[in-house]
């Protein structure tokens, strides 16, 4: 990987030293001050270059790197599945190649790399599978609940699998949380799909009895409290955004 690294800075000088011998412009011109250094010259940056100066030899040599790169731009890193601090597992990333200079097709590449996890924030709670998660006991409507747990650096909590799910009853439970509490999803009518700020989009529901239900005002998403009948714990409903209740954030950690 190194020895490709080298390579790849040995070329990027030589176009430099190319374009200033073809061109005659000054070296501080195409390193210029916007943070483009000699290591991050890339395709983009001499054709807007060329274009800049009005030198097409700039901009050809631009384009024609442009077309031998056959590899799209890498993917952000997946979150990283180690859950606690100390411990490490792997997060990936993926872009996708030309089978061949021609374009014939295209492949997948992966690449790999090792991360650790991150710790709790103190004010937080890990669960038993992991999760970092506070309850917060003030009421607040649903978007200032979100807004609490942004602050956080988190997110209203996305309960996406029974996982998770048994984590907060557990929790819930062990807090006696008995009031209802604002989780994440919401709706933009009555008959669209849920929407949530993080994790899985395809929606995990365990709902309370009649529920959901149809009025065009209840888009919120919540979770009711400890209730005496075991079958009426921690259930899902939809309410009205604006009513205020507890709420449970989660930071990814």
């Not at 409507?141 to 557990?170: M, P, R």
Request: with cysteine; glycine share 6%; proline share 2%.
């Amino acid at each position: 990987m190194q020895n490709c690294t080298d390579t790849m800075m040995n070329l990027n000088k030589k176009i430099v030293i190319i374009i200033v011998f073809l061109v005659g412009i000054n070296c501080s011109t195409v390193l210029k001050s916007n943070g483009t250094a000699g290591k991050d010259l890339n395709a983009q940056t001499l054709i807007e270059l060329g274009r800049e100066l009005n030198e097409p030899l700039v901009t050809m040599i631009g384009m024609v790197i442009e077309n031998y790169h056959t590899c799209m731009s890498w993917t952000q890193w997946t979150e990283c599945s180690a859950r606690k601090s100390d411990f490490f597992s792997t997060r990936t990333r993926t872009r996708q190649c030309a089978k061949d200079k021609l374009r014939n097709g295209r492949h997948a590449e992966i690449e790999i790399s090792v991360c650790e996890g991150k710790p709790c924030p103190t004010t937080y709670n890990t669960t038993a599978n992991g999760f970092c998660i506070k309850l917060y006991t003030t009421m607040k409507t649903h978007d200032e609940a979100g807004s609490v747990c942004q602050n956080d650096g988190g997110f209203l909590i996305n309960i996406d699998s029974d996982l998770k799910y048994a984590d907060v009853k557990d929790f819930m439970i062990t807090n006696d949380e008995k009031l209802a509490i604002h989780i994440d999803g919401w709706r933009k009518n009555a008959t669209s799909q849920w929407e949530y700020a993080y994790g899985s989009r395809s929606g995990y529901f365990h709902w309370y009895k009649t529920f959901p239900i149809t009025n065009a005002d209840h888009l919120c998403l919540d979770l009711t409290g400890y209730r005496k009948r075991e079958n009426q714990r921690f259930l899902m409903y939809n309410d009205v955004c604006s009513k205020e209740h507890h709420f449970l954030c989660e930071v990814l950690i």
